[in-house]
């Protein structure tokens, strides 16, 4: 399993000589490397590898691109390339590093607050090819470093985009839930730690169930319905918003099921400036839903929050469902 340390730039130079590799690279988009490269390069002087910005960039093709500079470089199983950026750059560096002589030395410095709650913890890997993430692999990094300096220069709408996964692992954790509790002002959730119980949160269960067998599969609250609105938009909604909504339909399943308060969830959706709703009728998120890949044997399994900190995996009834999304769009 990964070293997920929580710290800043400074603690880089002693993580990459920890493993002692035989080269280094660093992997990022351009974005990042006018931003913050240049810092980070004092901590370790090493080639740096740029793709341009963009999830469309998340692809074999980068990969190629990428593999051929470490073979022209001579990198090697013991060198260690560092995905420096967000879930875009985390997931290729790992997907690219995993294949590569059969896995490279890894290091991830995720610098969204989504990739540092979310994507580069867990080990899962991936690049878009015909549909997202269809292919990857599982792949620990040696090292994540979360230093939360880097989120200064993130646009005001990433940062919403990763609360809404930090709403996520509110239902699923009554720690993260109680420290949101009091909080009115989006911004104020960018605390270390906050950041640090989401992300103990995601050890702690992908610890036990590195392949999402069975209880991973509780990190996929809200996403069902996430991955429909995604589809039905193109992928123009961002995830994390997508995610909002669709944490607000399970809390609403959860309600009907289980008496599970949802008032509770739209309040801090609210209070997060977060989406609860999205111009689609009941009737087409539902057809997106029958397709989605968790429609297991015919039925769709949902993620149900029973009380805050705990949910169950099951499969839901259509009628139940539907009557949860004609709550939410109309
Ligand atoms: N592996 C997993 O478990 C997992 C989990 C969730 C999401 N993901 C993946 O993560 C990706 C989404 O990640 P994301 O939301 O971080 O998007 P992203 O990587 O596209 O980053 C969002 C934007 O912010 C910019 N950016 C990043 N860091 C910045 C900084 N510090 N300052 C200024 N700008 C910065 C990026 O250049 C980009 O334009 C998707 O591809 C998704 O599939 C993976």
Redesign the pocket.
């Known amino acids: 399993m990964e070293r997920v340390v929580f710290g800043s730039l400074l603690h880089l130079s002693s993580l990459i000589n920890s493993l002692k590799p035989y080269k280094v690279a660093f992997l990022t988009?351009?974005?990042?490397k006018e931003?913050?490269m240049g810092e980070i390069l004092k901590y370790k002087e090493a080639p740096v590898i740029a793709i341009p910005?963009?999830?469309r960039y998340?692809s074999i093709e980068s990969a190629m691109y990428i593999w051929k500079i470490l073979r022209e470089m001579e990198f090697t199983r013991k060198s260690l390339l560092i995905g420096v950026?967000?879930?875009?750059?985390?997931?290729l560096a790992?997907f690219v590093s995993s294949i590569y002589m059969r896995g490279t030395y890894l290091g991830l410095v995720?610098?969204?607050?989504?990739?540092q709650i979310?994507?580069?913890?867990?080990?899962?890997?991936?690049v878009?090819f015909y549909g997202?993430?269809m292919l990857?692999t599982f792949y620990p990094a040696n090292f994540v470093l979360i230093a939360p300096e880097?989120?200064?220069?993130?646009?005001q709408e990433?940062l919403l985009?990763?609360l809404g996964?930090i709403a996520k692992y509110a239902i699923l954790d009554s720690t993260v839930y109680r420290f949101l509790q009091d909080i009115d002002d989006p911004m104020e959730a960018l605390r270390r730690d906050i950041i640090e119980a989401c992300v103990n949160f995601k050890l702690k269960i992908v610890r036990e169930d590195m392949r999402e067998e069975g209880k991973r599969r509780v990190l996929n609250l809200g996403h069902t319905v996430a991955h429909a609105l995604e589809k039905l938009s193109n992928y123009r909604i961002?995830?994390?918003f997508a995610v909002s909504v669709g944490l607000l339909v399970a809390a609403l399943v959860g309600e009907m099921l289980y008496g599970f308060d949802a008032g509770k969830v739209e309040a801090m959706l609210h209070r997060f400036r977060l989406p609860t709703g999205y111009p689609a009728s009941p009737q087409e998120v539902l057809r997106e839903l029958r397709g989605d890949k968790k429609f297991w044997y015919g039925k769709i399994v949902f993620v149900v929050p029973v009380e805050i900190g705990n949910v169950r995996v099951e499969i839901v009834g259509e009628e139940v469902i539907k009557r949860a999304l004609e709550k939410v769009f109309k």
């Open positions: 988009n351009n974005i990042l931003l913050w910005d963009g999830e998340k950026g967000g879930g875009v750059i985390t997931d790992g995720p610098t969204t607050l989504l990739a979310d994507a580069a913890i867990g080990g899962k890997t991936g878009n997202k993430n990857g880097t989120l200064k220069t993130l646009p990433e985009n990763g996964e961002k995830h994390g």
